[in-house]
T-cell receptor, first 113, second 116 residues
């Protein structure tokens, strides 16, 4: 069964800390995505990557960066965490070709205090 | 600029009845649409999809209808079951002439509650 694994289910961090959210997929997918989910706002795209070492900004990249050193791993970095980054973070991957749906990880609930 | 909109934040139905979840989009370049279901503390899971060349796609209790002229799609669940209680997201993508990255645009989600 294909899998997208997010390293942490719940995280609590302090304002100003640097935060790393890790995501690993075992499907050899080229495309990987980071979304955040907030009530009333749905899923908003932060960053995505279509290949190793390649990255593109999504709709809300401010305050975030990403790293993709290996095909299977896509990391989201909060350079200096702030309380408005408290959210559910979802990683997803997608293979190429005619399959358009994503496979999502279980999410990381991040609370910044 | 919300290109995919789900205007009903929540919907409550009785077990056995029909649930109808609605979604509107503004980008006429979207040509493929998907519905995802999300339980609390889990990632969204794919439910059903439809291409813009069709107006209906059915999979068991789930049917998606697409009205291209109105830029509107709906998800029908018949009969509804308590286990269907979840958040439902519609999503859209531009395949033709779009990038190969497959970037989905999601709506805000609708919380469905099915009462026993």
């Amino acid at each position: 069964d294909v899998k997208v694994t997010q390293s942490s289910r719940y995280l609590v961090k302090r304002t100003g800390e640097k935060v790393f959210l890790e995501c690993v997929q075992d499907m050899d997918h080229e495309n990987m995505f980071w979304y955040r989910q907030d009530p009333g706002l749905g899923l908003r795209l932060i960053y995505f990557s279509y290949d190793v070492k390649m990255k593109e900004k999504g709709d809300i990249p401010e305050g975030y960066s990403v790293s993709r050193e290996k095909k299977e791993r896509f990391s989201l970095i909060l350079e200096s965490a702030s309380t408005n980054q408290t959210s559910m973070y979802l990683c997803a991957s997608r293979g190429g070709g005619r399959i358009y749906g994503y496979t999502f990880g279980s999410g990381t609930r991040l609370t910044v205090v | 600029d919300q290109q995919v909109k789900q205007n009903s934040p929540s919907l409550s139905v009785q077990e056995g009845r029909i649930s109808i979840l609605n979604c509107d989009y503004t980008n006429s370049m979207f040509d493929y649409f998907l519905w995802y279901k999300k339980y609390p503390a889990e990632g969204p899971t794919f439910l059903i999809s439809i291409s813009s060349i069709k107006d209906k796609n059915e999979d068991g209790r789930f049917t998606v209808f697409l009205n291209k002229s109105a830029k509107h799609l709906s998800l029908h669940i018949v009969p509804s079951q308590p286990g269907d209680s979840a958040v439902y997201f519609c999503a859209a993508i531009q395949r033709a002439g779009g990038t190969s990255y497959g970037k989905l645009t999601f709506g805000q989600g609708t919380i469905l509650t099915v009462h026993p």
